[in-house]
């Protein structure tokens, strides 16, 4: 079976991920979630990480390497270019960079703009999550491109304004209580649909 491990920089994305892969994997892999605890440690030891990565899969290992950063305020393409370029230096090619025979061990995935996007994408999560929500129109406000950018301060005014978080968004209870109840196949933020396509593609 295919050990799958998924590096990210933070644990809301940790804390989401731990309920989200259940339903992702559906039993054809394992997986492991590796928190490096910021975006700036993750850039830092990637290329490292991959490498060690590299010599167990040469040791015959059957594993995949999933990284996940948000974009913040970066440039997407260069900071895709920078995980690529990681992925490239450690020997592993990625989905983006397969080998020659179309293989790949690495697949890179950046969230437009944060990991709130995806919440935000799920608007029947959000009222799983929060009772008190009323109905949301998909089509209207923060929900109308979940990838819009300013995503955890616009969820957060949101929520505020229906009281929920009055003082301040915890990200880490936010994730513990919306992941659970999202759903792949009604998610509209983009950068979510394109972290299932590499998951995906990945186990096929």
């Not at 990565?53 to 996940?68: H, S």
């Not at 996007?117 to 998909?138: K, N, Q």
């Not at 950018?149 to 005014?157: D, I, N, S, V």
């Not at 990200?171 to 396509?197: L, T, Y």
Request: aromatic fraction near 6%.
């Amino acid at each position: 079976m295919i050990q799958l491990e998924l590096i990210v920089e933070e644990a809301s994305a940790e804390e989401a991920l731990r309920h989200l892969l259940p339903g992702m994997l559906r039993g054809r892999a394992r997986a492991k979630v590796i928190n490096l605890g910021s975006k700036y440690k993750l850039l830092k030891v990637l290329e490292d990480r991959l490498r060690a990565y590299r010599t167990r899969i040469d040791k015959g290992e059957n594993l995949r390497v999933v990284v996940l950063l948000d974009r913040d305020d970066d440039d997407c393409v260069l900071l895709k270019d920078r995980l690529e370029q990681a992925s490239a230096q450690a020997g592993l090619p990625s989905k983006s960079r397969p080998d020659e025979r179309g293989r790949f061990f690495v697949v890179n995935r950046i969230v437009i703009e944060e990991l709130e996007s995806w919440f935000i994408g799920d608007p029947e999560a959000l009222r799983g999550a929060f009772t008190r929500l009323p109905r949301i129109t998909p089509t209207s406000g923060i929900f109308r491109n979940p990838d819009n950018g300013g995503t955890w301060e616009a969820l957060h005014r949101f929520l505020k304004k229906h009281g929920i978080y009055r003082n301040s968004y915890p990200k880490i209870d936010a994730a513990r209580r919306i992941a659970p109840n999202m759903r792949i196949d009604r998610n509209r933020s983009r950068s979510f649909g394109q972290f299932v396509a590499g998951i995906e593609a990945m186990l096929a």
